[in-house]
């Protein structure tokens, strides 16, 4: 396309657009790889594997229904034309902000979880995540599940093992809040025969809003549409406000409410429950948190501990 304006003589009017200096690998090049060819070739495999993620979503839309169609074209221009770390443990929302470039990122939790019908649960979990670029992460975490069910035999496994990319499109600015997209998909690792997963990958979408309301308060919003891979099962919108209090430099506050839909046309079968939790700096790079979560539905599990620390390092 390069070679094609150069020969039509309109080459230099693209340069003079500005949009492109908010563009995640402007040029086909990443700035910190000296090599061009190595550089180009790791932008194309970056680009490449962002543009499957976005294909394989449209393509199981196609397969569902008309109000979920309506749903993602509502939402599918937000995630492409705005211009405009996984989530602090304890809380489950996700925050606009990335894994420093070059650094990783290594969560370890450990959750108590009661469903209504008093089966319950035990999950260590470990999330390893990297700073690809300055405004770029990907993240790749699994747990393992000891399930105690009321009635029937217990069992345990691995769980499922779920990839993410996130891009920030904008920080924040005036009254306009930090903007970022993260893209997933759930890789079927967890036994099927064990009731542990569905056996099937998922795919989701995320649109991640950050506000800082003051020094003390800051605020996020997601908005997620997933993709069940699962035969018979409606897709699902998740969706989430999560609350900051800051006390300290080293100590604050969180609070969240967490919701889905399933487009299954029965309000009561969309859990819903809500949050709150604490984390310490124990370190610049050591940070512990706890928390417990509260079914506020019938359809969300009656409560859930959960207790982790979240380790930043540079190789």
């Known amino acids: 396309m390069e070679k094609v304006a150069e020969t039509k003589g309109f080459g230099s009017k693209g340069e003079e657009w500005k949009c492109w200096k908010y563009t995640p690998l402007p040029d086909y ?8 060819n190595v550089s180009t070739a790791i932008s194309g495999l970056v680009g490449t594997l962002a543009i499957f993620l976005l294909a394989f979503g449209i393509g199981k839309l196609i397969k569902k229904p008309t109000t979920q ?14 211009t405009s770390a996984f989530a602090a443990r304890p809380l489950t929302t996700d925050d606009t902000g990335t894994v420093e470039r070059g650094k990783f990122q290594l969560e370890t939790g450990f959750d108590f979880a009661r ?68 893209g ?41 549409y997933t993709f069940i891979g699962e035969h018979g099962m409606n897709n699902e919108f998740n969706y989430s406000v999560a609350g900051q209090f800051i006390i300290s430099d080293k100590w604050a506050l969180v609070g969240e409410i967490v919701g889905v839909n399933n487009f299954n046309g029965r309000r009561g079968d969309d859990p819903l429950s809500g949050l709150l939790g604490t984390y310490y700096l124990i370190t610049d790079n050591m940070v512990c948190d706890a928390g417990v979560e509260i079914g506020i539905n019938k359809a969300a599990p009656d409560f859930r501990l959960t207790t982790g620390l979240t380790l930043f390092f540079k190789p």
Do not use: C
């Not at 999950?123 to 990297?130: H, I, V, W």
């Not at 393992?144 to 920080?171: Q, S, W």
């Not at 064990?194 to 056996?199: A, D, E, I």
């Open 184 to 224: 997933k998909v759930k890789i079927p690792t967890a036994s099927e025969s064990k009731g542990l997963g569905s056996g099937k990958t998922d795919f989701g979408i995320n649109l991640i809003f950050t506000k800082n309301l003051s020094k003390r308060w800051v605020f996020h919003i997601n908005a997620e």
């Open 115 to 182: 469903q209504e019908n008093h089966d319950r649960e035990l999950s260590p979990s470990m999330t390893l995540s990297y700073g690809l670029f300055e405004r770029m992460d990907m993240g790749i975490g699994s747990g393992y599940l000891f399930v105690h069910p009321a009635e029937g035999n217990n069992e345990n496994g691995f769980g499922d093992t779920e990839v993410k990319i996130k891009y920030r499109l904008m920080d924040e600015k005036d009254w306009l809040p930090s903007f970022a997209v993260s």
């Open 29 to 36: 090049e990443i700035a910190w790889i000296k090599n061009k």
């Open 69 to 82: 169609k309506v749903l993602f074209l509502i939402l599918l221009p937000v995630f492409l034309f705005s």
